[in-house]
């Protein structure tokens, strides 16, 4: 059996690592951690204009070694904390640069889900990665809009309540045979 990519994809702080990770440990699948968070952390600064195109093929690459691996520790799930369209998006927003979307969006197809996670936790400061609550606000719409353009199927989690809540609305999505169809709200 083919290992199930699935995508969290959301702006800064909607807890899109803490979901990526409980995932997979519920579910015993495995992790892609975000690129960014590495880059950032080795360079001591964001990315560059004309880092982003490597920023999201590293993405891609992380994403690629992590389903081998699902293949051959025959995982059923593979939980992507990201998608290169997140670097697209922030290409677009930060840069003015949208020449990152048509690779991105093409990319996107290869998930099985795709959760949008809502920027409605509260904003944390983390580093270098955070620019506050309105760019998180300007992100969160790019995001929108580019998956409405693309068209794939997508679920959105929203993310309040507990930690256990928003995990099992998240495992609701997965696991339902209509998943890209179901919007989550914790009860």
């Known amino acids: 059996m083919e290992p199930q990519l699935i995508c969290l994809i959301g702006a800064e702080c909607t807890g899109k690592t803490t979901?990526?990770?409980?995932l997979a440990a519920k579910m015993s699948g495995l992790w892609?951690?975000?690129y960014l968070r590495e880059f950032t952390a080795k360079k001591g600064r964001t990315p560059l204009h004309s880092e982003q195109a490597q920023i999201l093929q590293q993405q891609l690459r992380l994403q690629d070694a992590t389903l081998e691996q699902a293949r051959q520790q025959r995982c059923?799930?593979?939980?992507?904390d990201t998608a290169p369209l997140l670097t697209a998006v922030y290409s677009d927003c930060v840069f003015g640069d949208a020449s990152q979307y048509p690779e991105a969006l093409a990319l996107h197809a290869r998930y099985a889900?795709?959760?949008f996670l809502q920027p409605d936790i509260p904003w944390v400061a983390d580093g270098l990665q955070r620019d506050g609550v309105t760019s998180r606000a300007a992100v969160h719409a790019a995001i929108a809009r580019a998956m409405?353009?693309?068209?794939?199927?997508?679920?959105?989690?929203r993310i309040e309540g507990t930690a256990a809540q928003r995990l099992s609305a998240a495992i609701a999505v997965i696991s339902s045979p209509n998943g890209v169809?179901?919007?989550?709200?914790?009860s």
Do not use: K, R, S
């Open 113 to 115: 889900v795709t959760l």
């Open 148 to 157: 409405n353009i693309h068209g794939n199927p997508w679920a959105v989690v």
């Open 76 to 80: 059923a799930w593979v939980f992507c």
């Open 32 to 34: 892609v951690p975000e």
């Open 181 to 186: 169809d179901f919007v989550a709200h914790p």
């Open 19 to 22: 979901l990526a990770q409980a």
